[in-house]
């Protein structure tokens, strides 16, 4: 068995509200129908939740409001078990989202307390996201030992990360890590090195219904696995599985597969 691992999150922390819908609306249009649900959301807090429940020891740093909202925001954290370290000021961040049928979504997110979050230099294993300001980014790099980060939503920032986790439109705006994963929906994933590709991988074929955390379960299982000390390629297979377990469920956090969920799918 892996050896449990322990990993930093640095980033945000959301309550999401979604609304299904059977197509996505086109620019000015209004689709009825729709139903809705709440969910604890936000990059960091769904990172920090899946490495939790692929057996990481995980500390989460962000920040949420004074208000009604922020228990219900933490609570998949709670759950988890994860560790938080919280700065509490303001309204807490929301993610306005709508999924359609066919498992494609359109978001927009309200930062609230996440543009508050306290730049912090924790040592060892450290995950990041750009729902955070600038320089939470560059003080989470500082003291790292390993540093991910997942370039989402992408802008440039003066960090070199050892590890850049970006979709592919992502890439065009971010490419300066020492390992970039890139990944491609459907079409899985790779690793590249000095812009050499050294990995490649394929998610198997599930019943996609939602791919609002897919992104973050990926994320999160590529860096858990390569501390874990397992291959490149095995680390890349295994996050490209996690993904696509997340896709096939409702919610963001609520959709975060366990371990032995993976090792069920791979095995099949």
């Not at 590709?197 to 860096?223: N, Q, S």
């Amino acid at each position: 068995m892996a050896e449990r691992v322990e990993l930093t999150v640095v980033g945000s922390i959301n309550l999401d509200l979604v609304a299904r819908v059977e197509r996505l609306p086109r620019a000015g249009e209004t689709v009825a129908g729709a139903s809705f649900e709440r969910f604890p959301g936000g990059k960091g807090a769904n990172q920090a939740v899946a490495a939790a429940r692929l057996g990481a020891r995980v500390r989460m740093v962000g920040a949420v409001g004074d208000d009604s909202l922020a228990e219900e925001a933490l609570s998949g954290l709670r759950e988890a078990g994860v560790e938080l370290a919280l700065r509490r000021a303001g309204t807490t961040g929301i993610a306005l989202i709508l999924v359609a049928d066919d498992g494609e979504n359109q978001i927009v997110v309200v930062p609230g307390a996440n543009a508050d979050v306290e730049p912090t230099s924790p040592s060892g294993a450290v995950l990041c996201q750009l729902e955070v300001p600038d320089a939470v980014v560059r003080a989470a790099a500082r003291q790292a030992a390993f540093f991910a980060l997942n370039a989402a939503p992408a802008r440039p920032v003066d960090v070199e990360p050892d590890l850049l986790i970006v979709n592919r439109l992502e890439h065009e705006v971010v490419s300066n890590g020492k390992l970039v994963a890139v990944t491609y929906g459907a079409d899985g994933a790779a690793l590249f090195e000095h812009g050499r590709e050294v990995a490649r991988a394929r998610p198997p074929e599930v019943h996609a219904v939602d791919g609002t955390a897919a992104g973050d379960a990926f994320a999160a299982a590529l860096v858990v696995g390569l501390l874990e000390g397992r291959s490149r390629e095995e680390a890349l297979v295994r996050a490209c599985a996690v993904g696509a377990l997340a896709a096939t469920r409702h919610g963001a956090q609520p959709s975060l597969p366990r371990a032995d969920e993976v090792d069920a799918i791979l095995a099949a």
